[in-house]
């Protein structure tokens, strides 16, 4: 079974950046998503954003829109997940996992859907981000 291993978090202050990346140690399916989620501590885990291995299509949670930009590097066999803008409540471990793809087809196009933690496997020991005020 593929293993993911995360590095690049650490403690930044409110504003600034980090690049988390998610190397996996095989091959992933053509048709998988990679995903990336958090857990703040006292927290339910919560899905943050996803990106198709192919096709280029991308998934983002609400708080992520507009500041994280997910992608996945074929040749590296590994996911980013530049972070911008961080905010103190995007403190939490950071683990990346993945899992079968779902989209919405529409007449002219697709959009990635988000299918919850529970569907994603092969966890990450995890990458801890703390963001102070």
């Known amino acids: 079974e593929v293993q993911f291993v995360e590095s690049g978090g650490g403690l930044v202050q409110a504003g600034g950046s980090l690049r988390l990346s998610c190397a996996a140690s095989?091959?992933?399916?053509?048709?998988?998503?990679i995903g990336w989620f958090r857990q703040a501590p006292g927290k339910e885990r919560e899905g943050v954003a996803t990106?198709?291995?192919?096709?280029?299509?991308?998934w983002y949670s609400d708080s992520a829109k507009g500041r994280f930009t997910i992608s996945y590097d074929n040749a590296a066999n590994a996911a980013y997940l530049q972070m911008d803008s961080l905010k103190p409540e995007d403190t939490g471990v950071y683990s990346c996992a993945n899992g079968p793809s779902s989209y919405r087809r529409y007449e002219r196009g697709a959009e990635l859907q988000y299918l919850g933690p529970e569907r994603f496997h092969s966890w990450g020991q995890g990458t801890q981000v703390t963001v102070s005020s």
């Open positions: 990106v198709a291995k192919t096709g280029g299509y991308t």
């Open positions: 095989e091959f992933i399916f053509d048709d998988y998503v």
